[in-house]
């Protein structure tokens, strides 16, 4: 009990003096995962609200493989991307295995379907709303999509956040492809799971302390961003 004692006094400390190695450890987790959400909002949020508002052929079964994918598994999501920046890989001469970028590529497909997925069921609800006066102001499917991407805003907001909160605490993946090299790839999922398995609790704990206050701060600008939107449409 002592042990676990000295472990949280240590890892306050190292949260109080703001430890470089936990500082750069904290930074590089925020980095990988604020690109590849940009990254995937990038492709994300016209692609769901297309799928949101678009009616074609075979759209059941692609709203169904979008859903599916939303769960998609961190170490799936790692493996393909080793697959293709492995040497061997269509990619490998791009030598990106083991970089940061690695990680951003796999932390962007792991979470543009969940960007997609969510913003569709948005947009849907919205041009549902909506729909007829886009129709009587002349606005085919193509002009529509700016028009209820800026008019669900808040609502997409939540959307990114959940993209962040996934991303960030995401493990399988990016120590697929990243490698968990100290000064170089490592995130605090991974330098997590490596000082809990070195028995180095102290900076284990300071590392998930401050990963429970992102997901804490993630969840409450959500919850936020849910009520400014209730706000606007009422």
């Given at each position: 009990m002592s042990g676990l004692g000295d472990a949280f006094h240590t890892a306050f400390r190292l949260l109080l003096s703001w430890d470089p190695e936990l500082a750069e450890i904290v930074w590089l987790s925020v980095e990988v995962s604020?690109?590849?959400l940009a990254l995937a909002a990038v492709f994300g949020l016209p692609l769901g609200a297309l799928l949101g508002i678009a009616r074609f052929p075979g759209r059941r079964f692609v709203v169904a493989a979008t859903n599916a994918l939303?769960?998609?598994p961190a170490v799936v999501v790692g493996l393909v991307v080793y697959m293709l920046l492995s040497r061997s890989g269509p990619l490998g001469s791009l030598a990106l295995l083991?970089?940061?970028t690695a990680m951003v590529i796999a932390q962007t497909l792991l979470i543009t379907p969940l960007i997609?997925?969510?913003t569709r069921q948005v947009i849907e609800d919205l041009h549902t709303e909506y729909g007829e006066q886009l129709r009587a102001h002349g606005a085919g499917t193509f002009r529509a999509v700016p028009t209820l991407l800026v008019e669900g805003r808040f609502a997409l907001a939540t959307?990114?956040?959940?993209?962040?909160?996934?991303?960030?605490?995401?493990v399988g993946a990016v120590i697929i492809v990243g490698g968990n090299i100290a000064h170089v790839t490592r995130v605090m999922p991974t330098a997590i799971a490596l000082e809990t398995s070195r028995g180095e609790l102290a900076l284990a704990l300071g590392l998930g302390i401050l990963l429970?206050?992102?997901s804490w701060a993630v969840a409450a600008a959500a919850e936020l961003a849910r009520e400014v939107a209730?706000?606007?449409g009422a």
């Open positions: 604020a690109a590849a939303f769960g998609l083991f970089t940061p997609v997925a969510l959307v990114l956040l959940a993209g962040f909160g996934r991303a960030i605490s995401a429970l206050g992102i209730r706000r606007a």
